[in-house]
């Protein structure tokens, strides 16, 4: 009569599972988010170059230009003494109103992209131009721009709240 005793149900895999086998026999899922991460970033890197070619295969007489065109040169934080490379292809919206894409490298491997609306008008000595855009709160919020530009070259002071700096670059 002793080993009439029920046996209880026994759970299958109350052996092979544990935390530790969980993540022993799982695909670690940081490659994945990290490869959506850069696709993402990478995809506004891409159409960016894809302008920026095409304006090179497409460029417009600097006489006629005005602000319209590719430029390169740099961006300089006076806050913190970051620096790194800027290109920019400015098209033009309307007579009074371009569309500058910015492409910023920050420590030679990070970019960041962003547009920013410029009003200008003509100076003596090419253009004045002012401008603003919201680039997010983890970015610095909004971005003043202020800058001059002629056949060759282009400056522009920029401020946020936390930064502020200027921008040289030469048409190319």
């Not at 170059?49 to 300089?76: C, F, M, T, Y």
């Not at 492409?103 to 003596?124: D, I, N, R, W």
Request: glycine share 10%.
């Amino acid at each position: 009569m002793g080993n009439d005793i029920p046996k209880l149900p026994v759970y299958v895999l109350q052996d092979t599972f544990s935390l530790m086998h969980f993540f022993k026999t799982r695909v670690s899922l940081l490659p994945l988010f990290l490869l959506l991460i850069g696709s993402l970033l990478g995809a506004g890197c891409f159409s960016f170059n894809r302008e920026w070619k095409k304006a090179a295969s497409n460029p417009i007489p600097v006489a006629d230009a005005g602000l319209q065109g590719r430029w390169e040169g740099s961006w300089h934080s006076d806050s913190n003494g970051h620096t790194g490379k800027l290109r920019c292809v400015v098209t033009k919206t309307n007579d009074l109103v371009y569309r500058a894409r910015f492409h910023a490298k920050y420590m030679k491997v990070l970019s960041f992209g962003y547009t920013v609306p410029l009003e200008a008008e003509q100076a003596t000595n090419g253009f004045s131009f002012s401008g603003e855009a919201n680039l997010g709160r983890l970015a610095g919020g909004v971005y003043h721009y202020e800058g001059h530009a002629d056949a060759t070259n282009f400056f522009s002071t920029y401020s946020c709240k936390y930064d502020h700096g200027t921008f040289q670059m030469t048409r190319r």
